[in-house]
Nanobody
Framework: QVQLVESGGGLVQAGDSLTLSCVVS????????RAWFRQAPGKEREFVAA????????YYADSVKGRFTISRDNAKNTMYLQMSSLKPEDTAVYYC?????????????????WGQGTQVTISS
């Protein structure tokens, strides 16, 4: 079994920065593609960023491109999401996800494993 645990969420002001972490444990999955998704109140869960097993390939939603950076440290089984220039519209519960494949996708249905989520709130 695979477990994902997010941390690092909180309440910050617009323009501030925040870094989320996702620790993965259980069956060795350092070779799996991983991603971050988010869900705002009353909205569907949406893609934020994804990263390949090596970390060489990264993908971002247009809404966060240039402000967010996804990375991973396979030695620590940890994935990160560095968020800067935060906006009130970034307020959401952020989820990390992993899948049983090398292929990186933006499709929520392709991800097999999910964390419980961490709340990020941006005040204006």
């Amino acid at each position: 079994q695979v477990q994902l645990v997010e941390s690092g969420g909180g309440l910050v002001q617009a323009g501030d920065s925040l870094t989320l972490s996702c620790v993965v444990s259980g069956r060795t999955i350092s070779t799996y593609a991983r991603a971050w998704f988010r869900q705002a109140p009353g909205k569907e869960r949406e893609f934020v960023a994804a990263i390949s097993w090596s970390g060489d390939a990264t993908y971002y939603a247009d809404s966060v491109k240039g402000r967010f950076t996804i990375s991973r440290d396979n030695a620590k089984n940890t994935m990160y999401l560095q968020m800067s220039s935060l906006k009130p519209e970034d307020t959401a519960v952020y989820y990390c996800a992993a899948r049983d494949s090398f292929i990186v996708t933006r499709n929520i249905d392709d991800y097999n494993y999910w964390g419980q989520g961490t709340q990020v709130t941006i005040s204006s």
